[in-house]
C-alpha cells in the first residue's frame, strides 16, 4: 500500500465555506458580484485595516491592475524583489514595463532596503517599486516605503503569501500604495482561486472594480474609454473566502506551531538553519522554510529526495528572478559584489511541509527524516 502523502500546503475547509456557497445557490447570486463579494471586501477590509478592497479572480489580477492604478506603460522601469514567484512580476510585463531585479537581505530574506537606494542612483525614476513579504515573514517594509515615498514611486506591496502576518503591529498588505492577497489552492486560506486589492482610498478600489469588470463608462449604452478586463471575483468563489475568513486565525496559529515544532527539532544542528523571523513583526508562517550552511555536504536535493521516498511533498526555494531564462536581459541590483543572497537562499534552501492537517506522527517522520540526512 503507498503510503499517505503528506502536503507542502492543501486546501483547508471547514464547512463554513458551504454555508456561504449554499445562500448564494438558494438565493440564485450565482452570477459574478452579489453579497458575498460585497461582504467578503468589507471582512477582508476590516479584518487587515486596509481600508477598501476589490475582490478579484487572482492574486496575479490584482496585481496587474495596481500596475495599471499605478501607471506602469511600456518601456517603464519597475524594481522587483528578485526572490519571489514570477507572479509579482509578469504583470508589469503585461504592460510592456522592463524590470529590473532587486537583491534580498539575509535578515527576512527580502528585498533589501540598501539594494533599493543603489537601484534609485542608477535608474532614478522607475513606475513603481515591487516588495514581497516572501513565505510570510514581513519584510523591512518601514524602510522600503520611506524610500519610496523620498522618491514619489509608488510602492506596490506583494501580501499574497502573508495574509495575517504584521510588521510593528500592522498587518502586511497595508503599507504600500497598493497591497495585494491571493486565495490561490496552497495560500493560508483559500477560495480555490482569487485574490484582493487593498488600498486606502476607496475611490482607488473603486477604480480597480471598474477595470474589473470591462471598464464600462457610466453612459446608457456600452461605452468604453478605457481597455478593461474581467478580473471579478464571483459570489460562489466569494462565499468559500468569507468562510475560510472565520478560520484564518486559527490557520495562523496551526502555521506558527508548526514552525516552532520545526525549529526545536532542528535546534541541536547548527548546519540547518529555520527561514528568518523579523523581530519587528510576526509572520504567518505561511511556509516553513530550512537552509543548509554552505560548506556542509548535506544538499537541500538530498533532503528534498529523502522525504519524496516518504510519499513527503517538498518545494525548492523561489528561483530568483535575475536566474530566469525569460528575464535574461534584465539587470539585477545587489548590495556586495559576487554575494548575492537571494541566489544563497535559493541554492541553500527548501520549503518544508506546511500543511496544517499535519499530524504529530506526520511532523515527527518529517524531523525524523530531516535529522537523519545530518547524521542525527
Ligand atoms: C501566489 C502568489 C502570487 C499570485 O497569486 P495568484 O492568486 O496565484 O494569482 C503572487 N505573488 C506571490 C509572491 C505569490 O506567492
Redesign the pocket.
Known amino acids: 500500500m503507498e503510503r499517505k502523502r503528506i502536503y507542502l500546503a492543501s486546501p483547508t475547509m471547514h464547512g463554513d465555506e458551504q454555508r456561504f456557497v449554499q445562500e448564494a445557490f438558494d438565493t440564485n447570486w450565482v452570477a459574478p458580484l452579489g453579497p458575498n463579494v460585497n461582504a467578503f471586501e468589507k471582512e477582508l477590509a476590516a479584518y487587515t485595516g486596509c481600508g477598501y478592497a476589490a475582490a478579484l479572480s487572482?492574486?496575479?489580477?490584482?496585481?496587474h491592475l495596481a500596475n495599471i492604478l499605478a501607471g506602469v506603460k511600456e518601456g517603464d522601469i519597475v524594481f522587483a524583489q528578485s526572490l519571489?514567484?514570477s507572479?509579482?512580476v509578469n504583470p508589469s510585463c503585461y504592460e510592456k514595463a522592463v524590470p529590473v531585479f532587486l537583491d534580498s537581505e539575509p535578515d527576512t530574506w527580502n528585498l533589501d532596503p540598501a539594494a533599493l537606494r543603489l537601484a534609485f542612483e542608477k535608474y532614478p525614476h522607475p513606475a513603481a517599486v515591487i516588495a514581497?513579504h516572501?513565505y510570510g515573514t514581513p519584510a523591512k517594509i518601514d524602510e522600503i516605503r520611506d524610500i519610496c515615498r523620498e522618491h514619489g514611486v509608488s510602492l506596490i506591496e506583494?501580501a499574497?503569501?502573508s495574509l495575517g502576518a504584521t510588521f510593528q503591529g500592522q498587518m502586511t498588505g497595508t503599507f504600500g500604495d497598493f497591497g495585494?492577497y491571493?486565495?490561490?489552492g496552497?495560500?493560508i486560506i483559500t477560495t480555490s482561486?482569487?485574490?484582493m486589492l487593498a488600498a486606502k482610498e476607496e475611490a482607488v478600489v473603486e477604480r480597480a472594480r471598474f477595470f474589473s469588470t470591462q471598464a464600462r463608462d457610466p453612459a446608457r449604452h456600452y461605452q468604453h474609454s478605457n481597455i478593461g478586463y474581467n478580473y471579478r471575483m464571483s459570489n460562489i468563489v466569494a462565499g468559500i473566502g468569507r468562510g475560510q475568513l472565520l478560520h484564518l486565525e486559527e490557520h495562523l496559529e496551526k502555521k506558527r506551531a508548526l514552525y516552532r515544532q520545526y525549529r526545536e527539532a532542528f535546534a541541536d544542528i547548527p548546519e540547518l538553519s529555520m527561514n528568518p523571523m523579523n523581530p519587528k513583526g510576526e509572520a504567518n508562517n505561511w511556509l516553513s522554510c530550512v537552509t543548509v550552511a554552505p560548506d556542509c555536504p548535506v544538499t537541500p536535493v538530498q533532503i528534498m529526495d529523502a522525504l519524496a521516498e516518504y510519499n513527503i511533498e517538498t518545494r525548492p526555494i523561489?528561483k530568483p528572478m535575475h536566474l530566469q531564462p525569460v528575464f535574461e536581459a534584465c539587470d539585477f541590483i545587489q548590495v556586495r559584489d559576487g554575494h548575492s543572497v537571494s541566489e544563497e537562499v535559493f541554492d541553500r534552501g527548501l520549503c518544508l511541509p506546511s500543511d496544517i492537517k499535519n499530524t504529530p506522527e506526520d511532523m515527527e517522520l518529517i524531523c525524523d527524516i530531516v535529522r537523519r540526512q545530518f547524521g542525527r
Do not use: C, M, R, Y
Open positions: 487572482s492574486g496575479t489580477a490584482a496585481l519571489t514567484f507572479a509579482s514581497v516572501l506583494d499574497a503569501e495585494i491571493s486565495f490561490n496552497n495560500k482561486g482569487g485574490g523561489w
